[in-house]
């Protein structure tokens, strides 16, 4: 007979899966940061309870078929490395759930803060009427964005057509089918004449060195959605050098590049890129306005990568 003692409380449960993860070196980043929220969530799932429940439910009994399938649930995340997201089907994003599989990246970009903010101080919200995301995925950030200003209309471009199967099933989800329309482009190529108020993009910005090193969890996820050649700017470029293109005359980009930044910044001294601060965590990401983005086109015309 096992000498561990019995599991009598969601509490007990939760506390038995931080253990185990912490024990198998699991790597977190991908909806949590560390064991004990990851463990909460696994087994709020398992269990049929909300990720938030209220912590009144901590010390209720539990069934044995409950911890047993909370068990067999946090052995897969364990065995296989894949996300908590893909094993339960589902991600937050900007306080909203979004579906998600193995098709498209798990939502986790700092740009949800600013969302939230409706995209203040930088743009006054009831001007926004046209919003393109560009690089969508699950299309949380068009999504959350066409909720956040209910006045504008969204576009959302991936090259990837299972990610644009995620993206229909999320926009339906939402039911904003009215204000939020895909498209498969690669990047601006594939869009209809449109010129956008907002142009969102957390596109692939990995480079070649960060994507040698991803730990296992990461490389579940599609490498179309992470690598971005040696110096993860591969998409930042032709996106810099297109984008005026297709931005109102007081419109404004912002993009999110991540460990990238260094190398963007570096690869334009003299742009002066706006690199936003958020409260509760991430970097990365910069704004830049039409009139900047004109002024500097020079620049970006210059650099390698297609026009």
Avoid at 37 to 51: C, K, R, T
Avoid at 136 to 149: E, V
Avoid at 221 to 234: I, N, Q, R, S, V
Wanted: glycine share 8%.
């Amino acid at each position: 007979m096992s000498d561990a003692p019995a599991i009598l409380t969601l509490r007990d449960l939760i506390l038995e899966s931080r253990d185990a993860l912490d024990a198998a070196g699991v790597w977190f980043g991908h909806g949590t940061d560390n064991a004990l929220d990851e463990a909460a969530w696994l087994v709020s799932h398992a269990v049929g309870l909300p990720p938030d429940f209220p912590e009144t439910v901590l010390d209720r009994g539990i069934s044995p078929g409950q911890i047993q399938a909370a068990r067999e649930l946090v052995a897969r995340r364990i065995t296989t490395r894949k996300p908590a997201a893909y094993l339960i089907g589902e991600a937050w994003f900007a306080g909203l759930p979004f579906f998600v599989d193995e098709r498209v990246l798990v939502p986790r970009s700092p740009l949800a803060e600013l969302i939230g903010e409706r995209f203040q101080p930088w743009l006054a919200p009831e001007r926004i009427r046209r919003v393109l995301d560009l690089c969508t995925g699950s299309a949380c950030i068009a999504i959350a964005t066409a909720l956040a200003l209910p006045e504008a209309r969204v576009d959302a471009t991936d090259i990837s057509p299972g990610a644009l199967e995620v993206a229909e099933r999320n926009v339906a989800r939402h039911g904003v089918q009215d204000r939020v329309r895909l498209y498969q482009a690669d990047l601006f190529d594939g869009l209809p004449a449109e010129e956008y108020d907002l142009i969102l993009s957390n596109p692939p910005y990995v480079d070649a060195e960060d994507m040698a090193a991803l730990p296992a969890e990461y490389r579940q996820e599609p490498a179309l959605g992470l690598a971005a050649g040696d110096k993860g700017l591969d998409l930042v470029i032709p996106l810099l050098q297109q984008a005026g293109r297709h931005l109102a005359p007081d419109g404004v980009l912002i993009v999110e590049v991540g460990n990238s930044a260094g190398a963007l910044q570096a690869a334009f001294p003299a742009v002066p890129f706006v690199w936003l601060e958020f409260a509760h965590g991430g970097e990365g990401v910069f704004l830049i306005d039409a009139a900047q983005l004109a002024a500097h086109q020079p620049d970006f015309a210059a650099a390698v990568g297609p026009a």
